[in-house]
């Protein structure tokens, strides 16, 4: 049996959609009929693992059946981020083995910002993926530009973790073990704007300095809100499973969220039952 595929999400900025993003992943991959481990080390806040809780109970409630993921026990996660190094490796590591023997793909979320369970996670990533708003305070973490010119000047804090786990995975697997790292615009205004051209072109240039790519992300929609308390996404929703009203702009989210999956390299992540919206 080949090991899972690991997924990391990532940005050390807070506020970037890393959560949203990993619900629709997971869902997508479930819904693919893949065997789904997360992992939520944001042991504060633990969004992804709160959508998860919802789903089920939303699933029982209405006698839905959901496809659901797995999740390792990572135990208080309050008293995990005040525990020393040590012990946050070990729990992490007995995680990850659990969600090894039981997945075909593993989803970790990660926090904003540089911890010890953020830096275990990326480096053991197959794949990363950096949700960036399209702002230069987000781009900040991955290059800086001269405030004169506006020309990229270098790579940031967080493209130098990711090469650190580039090499760290190097050491461990191997040369030829790469990590996949894309970069996805998330959030974005319906508008086009001067500024996010301008932010384009020096992401296309710090794309080829750094080694990512870039792809879509999740423009910012009602729709990925208001289907949060049910433990639900766009990928979800069919003629037995609505619980807002149905709308065109829904019919395009789902579009959206399939050109996520196919750029992250998941052509064969489906979505369900094909939604009408006049139905």
Do not use: C
């Amino acid at each position: 049996m080949s090991d899972p595929t690991v997924i990391v999400v990532g940005n050390e900025k807070g506020g970037a959609g890393k959560s949203t993003l990993a619900i629709h992943i997971v869902t997508g991959l479930l819904h693919a009929g893949k065997r789904v481990a997360i992992m939520d080390l944001d042991l504060r806040q633990r969004s992804l693992s709160h959508f998860f809780a919802n789903r089920a109970a939303w699933s029982a409630a209405n006698q839905q059946p959901l496809p659901m993921p797995t999740e390792p026990d990572l135990g208080d996660g309050k008293a995990l981020a005040r525990a020393g190094e040590a012990e946050q490796t070990a729990t992490f590591q007995a995680a990850f083995a659990e969600a090894q023997a039981n997945a075909d793909v593993i989803l970790i979320d990660t926090p904003g910002g540089d911890t010890v369970l953020s830096r275990l996670a990326h480096g053991l990533a197959d794949q990363i993926v950096t949700p960036m708003n399209d702002s230069f305070v987000d781009f900040d973490l991955l290059g800086q530009v001269d405030p004169g010119t506006m020309d990229l000047i270098k790579p940031s804090i967080y493209s130098e973790s990711v090469w650190e786990a580039r090499k760290q995975r190097a050491i461990t697997r191997g040369r030829n073990a790469t990590i996949d790292w894309i970069v996805v615009a998330n959030r974005l205004a319906v508008a086009e704007a001067r500024n996010r051209r301008r932010l384009e072109e020096r992401m296309q240039k710090l794309s080829k300095r750094v080694g990512f790519r870039m792809g879509p992300g999740l423009r910012d929609r009602v729709i990925y809100r208001e289907l949060f308390p049910f433990g639900l996404t766009v990928a979800d929703l069919n003629n037995d499973i609505r619980p807002v009203a149905v709308s065109l702009a829904h019919v395009a989210a789902r579009q959206e969220m399939r050109s996520l999956m196919q750029a992250l390299g998941l052509e064969d992540a489906s979505l369900s039952t094909p939604l009408d919206a006049a139905a």
